[in-house]
């Protein structure tokens, strides 16, 4: 297509990561202050670290508590509880305090969406510029095996691998790395394809440059870019995926700070009572809220990223 | 067009082969006995396990294994479903009608919306509408279905009592599954209508109405985005001004030039949106009780109903590979540039 050559000369504007100067940085942080909705996104994932970070300081876990992870909760008695001095954002049914897994729900949001990412991205970047690189049967057997994996549907994969892998957080994690990997090394390979022909690995290559030299220096310098702005919508996506597996009872074991967890626990109680439907509000409403603005916030950074990384694009998205 | 139909054709094979074969490694992570249940087709089998471990070889080398139980595929035994209480294929046939309704009554509405607000947006960039359905197509993407759902169903279940839960009322369903209701689709809408028996039709629809607005939000957000960014760039091209430097009408130059460009990507997604419809409905049809393939599956996984989660992959698989296909060759028709690479 005529859009991968136009995206060539684009991407010069791009400083290679370790010459990146200082101005460089501040020049990245202006543009992406500037817009409002960028600005809007980089807040909420700032104030979400800082709630990862303070954890332990804004929902302290109770006095020899064993796993900061697991929810505290006062005895088991089955109806969720209005929000109290004791409990600000109300209990669920068993009595789980939601204010402390919406904080340490937090925590877990960002180790699922980092491993996730960070494996997923590590795997499809060797894959993909291996494949894209040294082409040929390499090149077509990786191509096969992604399509087999493009071949279900993201979240029926995710809930076949934890089913037969078992329940638990790591599975989930190992299920979301299964289905997100091909993502990263298509899209690699193919700006590494585009990439490659060009003069200047040319002249590498004449200089007599290795093989690995000139992929590390030369050709994931000014292919990366993309598959980033892709990760980091992704870090949204990952969350959700998950929480819809927590949601689906294929999560994380029960009490354990989870979102995704949390809001299914509303599930029994989402119509109220009679006379009085929205009585159990709160069960549902802080953890999708929760959920919804760390998705939202990874959405706009995209966005964000997208825009300043490919100024022709500003503002399409 | 043909050698490149062929092209895709061949791969076809391998890729089917291939997802057999991952199923099948994903599997033996299992011990025989929870394999057991892949070749049975009456739980009363089941109580002679290791009979069942000894015919089907259960401990046999990998590629013996491999083969008899792709035999048993082929000839369409696929193990009985304790979740649904019958064989799962019997079970995808039963839930998959009702599956297959309520993906085709999303995407009618995701497609007109979606392009209809998308081109919108674009034309009207940076205006209040602009902003507006950029809000919606940002959050829309960010909301988390089974929350929304879980939303709707607080609003309108359990505050109006407008759309209940689940596929029929009780009447309804005791009529329909009485021998005087006669099966022609499967579609339940379609069926009452085929039947003469409209109470039935407004019955069915009204089930259908949660379920729908929960899974088109996120789809109709995702083709706002696509269409506006996709429209954007084609009305910056020099055709589009050389259109109007013509002084065509402006929406001769939108509707006629730009949008059948723009629409290119749109298209071509949209067969990918229908079996991702079918698949996302995972989530939409637990939370609302909605007798399908989705929910099955997910309680299938829940209660490791193994060869109903075998059988859930290998459908959707299969589903998904004729969508890639059916995208590819629909991308190839609208834009000739395709086929010749």
Known sequence: MAKVAEKVPKKAVVVEPE??????????????????????????????????????????????????YMIPHEGYAPDPLPPSQAHPFGTTEQQFDIYYGVIWGTRTAFKVGIVVV???????????????????????????????????????????????????LEKVMIALIL?????????????????????????????????WRIILRHILPNTIYPVLVVASLDMGAVVLVAAALSFLGLGAPTGYADWGQLASFSRQYIIGVAGDPFQYWYTLFFPGLAIFLFVLGWNLLGDAFRDILDPRLRGTM | MTAYIARRLVLLPIVAFGVTLLIFILLQLLSPAMRAALFVTDPRQLQALHEIIKTYQLDAPFHIQYWNWMKAVLTGNWGWSETARMPVLQAIKAFFPNTFELALFSFIPILLVGIWLGTLSA?????????????????????????????????????????????????????????????????????????????????????????????????????????????????????????????LAEPVVINKHARKNALIPVITLSSLLFVGLLGGVVITETVFEYPGIGRWGAAAALHLDIPAVAGFALFFATLTVLGNLVADILYAYVDPRIRLR
Do not use: C
């Open chain 2, 123 to 247: 034309v009207h960039r940076d205006r209040i509408i602009d902003h507006v359905s950029r809000f919606f197509g940002i959050s829309g993407y960010s909301l988390p279905t089974f929350i929304w759902g879980l939303f709707l169903l607080m609003l309108f279940y359990g505050h109006f009592r407008w759309f209940p839960p689940g596929r029929l009322s009780l009447e309804a369903s005791l009529y329909v599954n009485s021998p005087e209701f006669r099966r022609f689709t499967g579609l339940l809408t379609v069926d009452a209508l085929l039947n003469g028996q409209f109470w039935i039709f407004v019955d069915a629809l009204r089930h259908l109405v949660l379920p729908v607005l929960t899974l088109t939000v996120h789809d109709t957000a995702l083709l706002v985005r696509i269409t506006r960014s996709s429209m954007l760039e084609v009305l910056r091209q020099d055709y589009v001004r050389t259109a109007r430097s013509k002084g």
């Open chain 1, 19 to 68: 010459r990146v100067p200082i101005s460089g940085v501040v020049w990245f942080v202006r543009r992406l202050t500037r817009n409002r909705l960028s600005l809007a996104g980089t807040v909420i994932i700032l104030l979400f670290i800082l709630v990862a970070i303070l954890a332990p300081v804004l929902a302290p876990p109770p006095e020899g508590w064993r796993d900061p």
């Open chain 1, 179 to 211: 289905v997100w990997w091909p993502t990263y090394s298509r899209l690699l390979r193919g700006e590494v394809l585009s990439v490659k022909e060009r003069d200047f690995v040319e002249a590498a290559r004449a200089l007599g440059e290795s093989d």
């Open chain 1, 118 to 168: 960070g494996v997923s991205l590590l795997i499809g970047i060797v894959l993909g510029a291996l494949a894209g690189y040294y082409g040929g049967r390499l090149d077509e057997a990786l191509m096969r095996l992604v399509d087999i994996f493009y071949a279900f549907p993201s979240l029926v994969l995710a809930v076949v691998v934890v089913a037969i892998l078992g329940q638990g």
